[in-house]
């Protein structure tokens, strides 16, 4: 379960608060992913870098800024939220966005906006 | 676009008996990845199996088989001789290998166990 640490594991911010989610891996993977998991829906997929390069952004609103400094970290920058983007948010890694690795998970950041 | 349904929102079983959670998806690819995650209560998403499409036996790891039905697209988890840290959410994910290659994944299962 170390394999993928995430912090902080729980966020309360107001709606004009700027914070920042960060993710790290320590299993020499080299993509990256965020995940939003909403109460009652799916998993979505948010963006997913490989090689540090992002390659999918899944219509995600500006207000969720991600930046990948190197393959062992990936963040994401928090702006003006709203109350409706309280979720709890995945982070994962694999080796290559290739199709055939799997995807290991962080615990998650729990993230409330008020 | 691909979907992932899985039908059962919460499934309870009795300590040591056997559960099977379902799966069905959707797709129009010959060759994709399925799995089955785990999600205990405050814990991190863990895999628990995994299934090359391309590959007619089904997946077994320990206590957990699959039912792979490509024709059908289901995908059905089995747990034999259930145990209280088997307790958590499964979900279902379907790999695609062309394209973006996304993760898509079911709405999840609620499996709880009854000692």
């Known amino acids: 379960e170390t394999g993928v640490t995430q912090t902080p594991r729980h966020l309360v911010m107001g709606m004009t608060n700027k914070k920042s989610l960060k993710c790290e891996q320590h299993?020499?993977?080299?993509?990256m992913y965020w995940y939003k998991q909403s109460a009652k829906k799916p998993l979505e997929l948010m963006f997913v870098?490989?090689?540090?390069?992002?390659?999918e952004n899944n219509s995600v609103p500006s207000r969720f800024s991600p930046e990948c400094p190197n393959s062992s970290h990936l963040f994401l920058h928090l702006h003006t939220l709203q109350p409706e983007d309280s979720a709890l948010y995945l982070c994962?890694?694999?080796?290559?966005?290739?199709?055939?690795?799997?995807?290991?998970f962080g615990p998650g950041t729990r993230l409330t906006v008020l | 676009a691909q979907t992932v349904t899985q039908s059962q929102p919460e499934m309870s079983v009795q300590e040591a008996e056997t559960v099977t959670l379902s799966c069905t998806y959707d797709?129009?690819?010959?060759?994709?990845?399925l799995f089955w995650y785990k999600q205990p209560p405050s814990r991190q998403m863990i895999l628990v199996i995994r299934?090359?499409?391309?590959?007619?036996q089904n997946a077994t790891e320990n206590r957990f088989s699959v039912n792979f039905q490509k024709a059908a697209k289901s995908f059905s988890l089995k747990i034999s001789d259930s145990q209280l840290g088997d307790a958590a959410m499964y979900f279902c994910?379907?790999?695609?290998?062309?394209?973006?290659?996304?993760?898509?994944f079911g709405q999840g299962t609620r499996l709880t166990i009854n000692p």
């Open positions: 994962a890694s694999s080796q290559e966005q290739g199709g055939r690795d799997t995807q290991y």
């Open positions: 299993l020499g993977h080299n993509a």
């Open positions: 870098y490989n090689f540090k390069e992002q390659t």
């Open positions: 797709t129009s690819e010959s060759d994709y990845y």
């Open positions: 299934q090359e499409a391309y590959k007619q």
């Open positions: 994910a379907y790999l695609s290998i062309q394209g973006a290659q996304k993760l898509v």
